[in-house]
């Protein structure tokens, strides 16, 4: 990882904020998200926002210039921010239960360091933890839109802040000296004699009986010792021994293995079946029961539950998108596409492309326990909306909410797919029909057919010029329905997501609050229409925004071309902001850009910015035909980047180790979307039923050198991350193929065209597990 040089600006000076310190037998404290008056008279004036607060910026023609959906997310989860505590215990440590879903990002780890920062602790000290669904948090526990770090910056540090002030003044009295004259390193404070007292002594000494408002001041950012340095997660020992817990480690009493006959069409319904009595005799099983989703088994191991779902005779009624193929959803995309107005009387170039569904699965598969009874229920599952979880569990359950405790574990990767709860609600219906408690697990079968996918898109760019003058830029993006039922994370929203007509202005304002133009090309308008709600769709990873970039820098380089510009002298000349041309200079320059190339092999650079933050990626691909045509089993090979450079600035990084590794991740995604990773769909059913036969890029495919460039801090605040890669991973990846080829890329992923594996059979849904491992083992 890198740390080169770039535009710097100042971060926001010290600020006083009021926190609390709750009445508890130990030392707990929270924020308020209000700014205390100065501890003087002739104090300095307050400097910028504090950091995760959106300044009112002077509007433009780009939306996200004046507010985004980070800065929406944020202002929203403000009011609740004085409930989220943290705790300082005897033993010296410091715990907070975080209201967000770790699923691999790493927020466990980052939210640790600005607790260590504050309160000066050693970082392995610091335990986090995710908390339960909890409705009055409101808006403030929704996990996703690259929003964790940006709306919990200072609300965390604030409470940790309030923390270090309590055990500093309860250290006075201890100690016998002023509060100015101690120093608080490593979890033990130190007086002038030499005298020290550590903080889990401190800890109920600095307690209060009553809840109380206290002024806290911050740490200024070249006070920083854990921010901003690049540290290992904290979680990586558990994870790579096989300590860390996920929902199906959980050893919850009588919750046995329990899975799903799922319908061979999407959301298809159980008409009748005919052998329950001779499935449920089967060796191990307990139970069999027709849910709305399919027929349930329970048993004793998750073999018995394959071997029965396997067995069952069902028959099943039509689904939601029976009969349906590529070429039917395609031309539904044409006939929903909003018209762009007449052609411009100004030379253009006006392109349409299309980008096929793809899987949102992730490496653990889609789970969840459920233990209902008459009474009450409880659900353990890994939630990125757990309030909505919790609220939906409980108006399906027909039980009060507060009868209805939902446990946020740990996930196995996410990408979007944990915005849904389906597998929670699934596994509480199972529950309450068979009175039992369950542990559900999707086959990975379930997820690629009857699961979250990315939905099927067109998008449409007209730029119009004259000479090297972009004149406007036109995107008309069409879309099947994007789910965004999980709304902000409570039921409200959630509902509005839902409704008829509302779900489409939903969408709309989603899609114009996540769209920013980093370029100069004069009058702008991009709008979004969605058709055919009957798939399921979600979030993933970026949302619309690598379609919708991709198709953006794909005709951008076809501008250049057309006008005999370098395509990065093109970009470099028109972006807007400073913090956009560094990067894009530094992947230049990194890459070196422009050097002499084999024939069939070319670069392609992009760039793309969002939520405060903006990134660039250049890439290296090798088209040539022994490189395409690589003999892979059931797989197909085609092109391969084989070099990748990305630049990354996110404002200020907390823990640039971790960015490094999500803009990895981020790069991953983004030559599997234009070069491999899609789903076939035919007759009402995707074809790919695991990732055997799912091509998410894979060894052969990932590039030989790769490097990330961490820009150094210059804003003070961090911007949005987990997804910031995607976009102009996929974009660049794109490009470079136009180049290599000399045609230009039009319909994604590249190889969708070419189907490469025998599908498996849709009846019975879950395929029979390999046999054969050993024929392939090198």
């Known amino acids: 990882?890198?740390?080169?040089?770039?535009?710097?600006?100042?971060?926001?000076?010290?600020?006083?904020?009021?926190?609390?310190?709750?009445?508890?037998?130990?030392?707990?404290?929270?924020?308020?998200?209000?700014?205390?008056?100065?501890?003087?008279?002739?104090?300095?004036?307050?400097?910028?926002?504090?950091?995760?607060?959106?300044?009112?910026?002077?509007?433009?023609?780009?939306?996200?210039?004046?507010?985004?959906?980070?800065?929406?997310?944020?202002?929203?989860?403000?009011?609740?921010?004085?409930?989220?505590?943290?705790?300082?215990?005897?033993?010296?440590?410091?715990?907070?239960?975080?209201?967000?879903?770790?699923?691999?990002?790493?927020?466990?780890?980052?939210?640790?360091?600005?607790?260590?920062?504050?309160?000066?602790?050693?970082?392995?000290?610091?335990?986090?933890?995710?908390?339960?669904?909890?409705?009055?948090?409101?808006?403030?526990?929704?996990?996703?839109?690259?929003?964790?770090?940006?709306?919990?910056?200072?609300?965390?540090?604030?409470?940790?802040?309030?923390?270090?002030?309590?055990?500093?003044?309860?250290?006075?009295?201890?100690?016998?000296?002023?509060?100015?004259?101690?120093?608080?390193?490593?979890?033990?404070?130190?007086?002038?004699?030499?005298?020290?007292?550590?903080?889990?002594?401190?800890?109920?000494?600095?307690?209060?009986?009553?809840?109380?408002?206290?002024?806290?001041?911050?740490?200024?950012?070249?006070?920083?010792?854990?921010?901003?340095?690049?540290?290992?997660?904290?979680?990586?020992?558990?994870?790579?021994?096989?300590?860390?817990?996920?929902?199906?480690?959980?050893?919850?009493?009588?919750?046995?293995?329990?899975?799903?006959?799922?319908?061979?069409?999407?959301?298809?319904?159980?008409?009748?079946?005919?052998?329950?009595?001779?499935?449920?005799?089967?060796?191990?099983?307990?139970?069999?029961?027709?849910?709305?989703?399919?027929?349930?088994?329970?048993?004793?191991?998750?073999?018995?539950?394959?071997?029965?779902?396997?067995?069952?005779?069902?028959?099943?009624?039509?689904?939601?998108?029976?009969?349906?193929?590529?070429?039917?959803?395609?031309?539904?995309?044409?006939?929903?596409?909003?018209?762009?107005?007449?052609?411009?009387?100004?030379?253009?170039?006006?392109?349409?492309?299309?980008?096929?569904?793809?899987?949102?699965?992730?490496?653990?598969?889609?789970?969840?326990?459920?233990?209902?009874?008459?009474?009450?229920?409880?659900?353990?599952?890994?939630?990125?909306?757990?309030?909505?979880?919790?609220?939906?569990?409980?108006?399906?359950?027909?039980?009060?909410?507060?009868?209805?405790?939902?446990?946020?574990?740990?996930?196995?990767g996410s990408f979007g797919r944990k915005l849904f709860f389906d597998a929670a609600l699934e596994a509480a219906e199972i529950s309450r029909k068979i009175g039992k408690p369950v542990k559900l697990m999707w086959h990975r079968a379930d997820d690629a057919r009857q699961g979250r996918v990315h939905p099927m898109a067109t998008s449409r760019v007209r730029m119009a010029h004259l000479g090297s003058t972009v004149l406007g830029f036109q995107q008309r993006h069409t879309s099947v329905a994007t789910d965004l039922g999980h709304g902000f994370g409570e039921i409200v929203t959630a509902l509005a997501a839902k409704l008829p007509v509302a779900d489409l202005g939903f969408s709309e304002t989603f899609f114009q609050l996540t769209q920013s133009m980093p370029y100069n090309f004069g009058v702008t308008g991009r709008l979004l229409n969605e058709t055919d709600k009957g798939f399921n769709t979600g979030s993933m990873r970026n949302v619309y925004s690598p379609d919708a970039t991709c198709a953006r820098e794909i005709v951008v380089d076809q501008l250049a071309a057309k006008i005999r510009q370098d395509?990065?002298?093109?970009?470099?000349?028109?972006?807007?902001?400073?913090r956009s041309k560094a990067v894009l200079r530094k992947v230049a320059e990194a890459g070196q850009w422009g050097r002499t190339m084999p024939e069939g092999?070319?670069?392609g650079i992009a760039l793309h910015s969002e939520y405060h933050s903006t990134s660039a990626v250049l890439v290296e691909i090798d088209c040539r035909p022994e490189t395409v045509n690589r003999p892979v089993r059931d797989g197909v090979a085609g092109p391969r980047v084989t070099r990748a450079v990305c630049a990354v600035d996110v404002g200020l990084p907390v823990n640039p180790r971790g960015l490094e590794a999500q803009m990895m991740g981020c790069l991953m995604d983004g030559i599997a979307q234009t070069l491999t990773s899609s789903l076939h769909l035919r007759d009402g059913h995707f074809l790919e039923a695991s990732w055997d036969n799912y091509f998410y890029t894979r060894q052969w495919n990932t590039p030989p050198e790769l490097r990330i460039i961490v820009m150094p801090p210059t804003t003070g605040r961090p911007g949005g991350a987990g997804e910031l890669g995607v976009a102009a991973s996929m974009a660049a990846v794109a490009c470079a193929y136009g180049r290599a080829t000399g045609t230009v890329p039009t319909t994604f992923p590249i190889n969708h065209g070419t189907l490469s594996f025998t599908p498996k059979p849709t009846v019975p849904p879950v395929p029979a597990s390999p046999v054969d491992g050993l024929d392939h083992a090198i």
Request: aromatic share 4%; with cysteine.
């Open 1 to 412: 990882m890198d740390t080169s040089t770039g535009a710097h600006r100042p971060g926001p000076d010290r600020r006083r904020f009021l926190g609390y310190v709750l009445a508890a037998p130990t030392l707990m404290t929270a924020a308020q998200l209000v700014a205390a008056p100065p501890a003087a008279a002739h104090a300095p004036a307050a400097g910028p926002p504090p950091a995760g607060i959106p300044a009112v910026e002077v509007p433009s023609a780009d939306i996200t210039e004046v507010v985004d959906l980070n800065d929406l997310m944020t202002l929203a989860a403000l009011p609740t921010s004085g409930l989220i505590t943290v705790q300082v215990h005897p033993d010296g440590t410091v715990s907070f239960a975080l209201p967000r879903a770790e699923v691999g990002q790493g927020i466990t780890t980052s939210t640790a360091m600005l607790i260590a920062e504050e309160l000066d602790v050693p970082l392995d000290r610091v335990r986090v933890t995710l908390a339960d669904a909890r409705p009055e948090l409101v808006f403030n526990q929704l996990t996703g839109g690259s929003n964790t770090t940006f709306s919990t910056f200072t609300p965390v540090r604030v409470a940790a802040a309030v923390a270090r002030g309590r055990l500093l003044d309860a250290a006075a009295v201890e100690l016998g000296a002023a509060v100015g004259e101690l120093t608080l390193k490593a979890g033990v404070v130190t007086g002038p004699t030499g005298r020290s007292v550590g903080i889990g002594t401190l800890a109920g000494k600095a307690a209060s009986a009553t809840s109380r408002a206290v002024a806290a001041d911050l740490k200024k950012a070249d006070e920083f010792q854990v921010i901003g340095t690049p540290r290992g997660r904290i979680d990586a020992r558990d994870a790579v021994t096989g300590r860390k817990r996920f929902t199906m480690d959980l050893a919850v009493p009588d919750a046995a293995p329990t899975m799903v006959c799922r319908p061979p069409t999407i959301n298809g319904r159980v008409g009748s079946v005919a052998n329950t009595a001779a499935v449920r005799a089967m060796p191990g099983v307990t139970d069999v029961a027709v849910v709305s989703t399919g027929v349930a088994v329970r048993a004793r191991t998750f073999g018995q539950c394959i071997d029965a779902v396997r067995a069952l005779d069902v028959t099943w009624r039509p689904g939601t998108a029976e009969g349906k193929s590529d070429e039917s959803v395609l031309e539904e995309l044409r006939d929903a596409e909003l018209p762009m107005g007449l052609p411009p009387l100004t030379p253009h170039v006006d392109t349409t492309f299309t980008f096929h569904f793809r899987g949102n699965s992730a490496l653990e598969t889609n789970c969840a326990i459920a233990d209902v009874r008459p009474d009450r229920a409880e659900i353990w599952s890994s939630l990125k909306a757990p309030i909505v979880a919790r609220e939906a569990l409980a108006a399906k359950l027909g039980l009060p909410l507060g009868a209805v405790t939902v446990h946020v574990t740990e996930g196995g």
């Open 567 to 578: 395509p990065y002298r093109f970009r470099l000349d028109r972006l807007k902001d400073d």
């Open 601 to 603: 092999t070319a670069q």
